[in-house]
DNA sequence: GGTGTTATGGACCTATCGTTCCCGAACGCC
DNA sequence: GGCGTTCGGGAACGATAGGTCCATAACACC
C-alpha cells in the first residue's frame, strides 16, 4: 500500500554495474550514477542506502549475471576437461569478438585490487568470487580424475593454478584487451591440461 | 645558485609509493601525500606537477626498486630454470615472512586495474611492467632450450603462462597475503616447470 | 475518495578535493 | 653582503564530493 517503483533494479543494476567497471569505485560520482541510471540521487539513496551499497548490490548483479554464464559450461556438475579447456576458449572468443568488453576486465577484480586492501567487505566479496573458480575448476578436475582422464592426486594444486591464471588474464586485459595475447594464454593451457592426461 | 631541495627525493617517492601502494591512486589526497612525505603542498606541486605526476614518479621508483629486487635473479642474463622456479619461491617466502607486505600486492598491478581502462598513460606503464616479466621469463626459457634442459619451442607461450600467474598471484595476495594458497601456486609452477623438463 | 506509505525530483548541506598563490626563508654566487 | 633564484609553509581558491531533506506525486488499500 505505497507508492511503487518506477524504475527496473535490474536496469538500475546494470548501468551502475557497467559506470564502476569501466571508471573504478571512487572515480565514479553519484552524478555519474544518476546519469548512468537515469534515478535521482534519493531514490538511489533510498534504494541502496549510499554508494557503497550500489557498488555491493552492482557486484551481487555482476556476479549472478555475468560471472554465472561465463561459467555455466564450467559449474555444471558433469564438468571436466573439456570444459575447462572450453572456458579459457571462451575467454580468447570474447577478447577476439568483443574487444571492448574484454578490455573492462573483470569487475570484480578489478575491485579486489582497488579496494582488496581498504575494504574488508569487499576483499570479502573477492574471496567468495576466487573460491567460485577455484571450486569450479577442481570440481572438474575431480570429475576428470574419477573417470581415468587424468593423472590423480594433483587436482588442489592444478585448481589453484587455473584459478591464478583466470585473474592474470583480466588484468592483463583491462585497458588493453590484446587479442593475440589471450589467444597465446588459452593455448598454453590447452597444452598444459593436455600434459595432464593420462596416456 | 638558489635554495637547494630540503628533502630527499627518494624518502618522499619512497613515501608515496607506500601511501599509494595501499589506498590505490584516488582514495589518496594531498593531504595524506603530505602526511606521508612531511612536503608541503607546494613543494609537493613543485617537484612533481601534480598528483598524477607524484603517481608516475612512484611508479617509476617502484619498478625500479621493487621490481629490480624481486627480478635481480630472474633478468640475470644466464638465468634459467632454477631462477624461474626461484621466482616463485622468493613470493612465496614473501608471503610466509612479511604478510603485510604481500598483501599490498604489487602497485603496477594494483594501477593497471584501476586506471588502465581510462588512463592510457597508466596502461603504458603497465603495458611495459608485463612486458618485463614476458622478457625475463621468455630469456630463461630460451637459455633452458639452449641448454638442452626444456623441450624447445615453446617459449613464448610458456612465458606469457608465467606471467599471468605474476599477476593473477599479486591480485589473490592483495589484502588477503594467504601464504597456504601462494605457498600451493608456487608448488604447482615447480610441478609445471618439472614437465618441461627433457628427461 | 480519503488515508497511509513510499517514490521522486531537486535544492541544499558540509566537507574535502586538487590546485594555486603569496611571502618570507634559505641558499649559491659575485 | 647584496643579489638572484628557488624552496617551503600555509592560507585561500573554486569545484565537486557524498549525503540529507523536504515538498510533492503516485500508488495500494479500505
Given at each position: 500500500?505505497?507508492?511503487?517503483?518506477?524504475?527496473?533494479?535490474?536496469?538500475?543494476?546494470?548501468?551502475?554495474?557497467?559506470?564502476?567497471?569501466?571508471?573504478?569505485?571512487?572515480?565514479?560520482?553519484?552524478?555519474?550514477?544518476?546519469?548512468?541510471?537515469?534515478?535521482?540521487?534519493?531514490?538511489?539513496?533510498?534504494?541502496?542506502?549510499?554508494?557503497?551499497?550500489?557498488?555491493?548490490?552492482?557486484?551481487?548483479?555482476?556476479?549472478?549475471?555475468?560471472?554465472?554464464?561465463?561459467?555455466?559450461?564450467?559449474?555444471?556438475?558433469?564438468?571436466?576437461?573439456?570444459?575447462?579447456?572450453?572456458?579459457?576458449?571462451?575467454?580468447?572468443?570474447?577478447?577476439?569478438?568483443?574487444?571492448?568488453?574484454?578490455?573492462?576486465?573483470?569487475?570484480?577484480?578489478?575491485?579486489?585490487?582497488?579496494?582488496?586492501?581498504?575494504?574488508?567487505?569487499?576483499?570479502?566479496?573477492?574471496?567468495?568470487?576466487?573460491?567460485?573458480?577455484?571450486?569450479?575448476?577442481?570440481?572438474?578436475?575431480?570429475?576428470?580424475?574419477?573417470?581415468?582422464?587424468?593423472?590423480?592426486?594433483?587436482?588442489?594444486?592444478?585448481?589453484?593454478?587455473?584459478?591464478?591464471?583466470?585473474?592474470?588474464?583480466?588484468?592483463?586485459?583491462?585497458?588493453?584487451?590484446?587479442?593475440?595475447?589471450?589467444?597465446a594464454i588459452t593455448g598454453a593451457v590447452t597444452a598444459l591440461v593436455d600434459s595432464w592426461?593420462?596416456?
Amino acid at each position: 500500500m505505497a507508492r511503487p517503483r518506477a524504475f527496473s533494479e535490474e536496469h538500475v543494476l546494470d548501468q551502475a554495474m557497467e559506470t564502476f567497471w569501466v571508471k573504478g569505485y571512487e572515480a565514479t560520482s553519484i552524478e555519474d550514477l544518476t546519469e548512468a541510471t537515469g534515478l535521482s540521487r534519493s531514490s538511489l539513496y533510498q534504494a541502496f542506502d549510499n554508494k557503497r551499497g550500489l557498488l555491493d548490490a552492482a557486484l551481487g548483479y555482476y556476479n549472478t549475471e555475468r560471472v554465472g554464464y561465463m561459467l555455466s559450461g564450467l559449474e555444471g556438475t558433469d564438468a571436466g576437461l573439456d570444459e575447462i579447456v572450453g572456458f579459457f576458449n571462451t575467454l580468447a572468443a570474447v577478447a577476439e569478438e568483443y574487444p571492448e568488453r574484454f578490455a573492462l576486465g573483470c569487475l570484480t577484480t578489478n575491485t579486489i585490487a582497488e579496494l582488496g586492501k581498504t575494504d574488508p567487505a569487499a576483499r570479502s566479496t573477492g574471496d567468495e568470487y576466487i573460491n567460485r573458480y577455484r571450486r569450479a575448476f577442481d570440481m572438474a578436475l575431480r570429475n576428470a580424475e574419477r573417470r581415468g582422464e587424468v593423472t590423480p592426486g594433483n587436482a588442489e594444486a592444478r585448481s589453484e593454478l587455473l584459478t591464478t591464471l583466470v585473474l592474470g588474464a583480466f588484468i592483463r586485459a583491462r585497458g588493453n584487451p590484446d587479442p593475440k595475447g589471450q589467444l597465446a594464454i588459452t593455448g598454453a593451457v590447452t597444452a598444459l591440461v593436455d600434459s595432464w592426461k593420462t596416456l
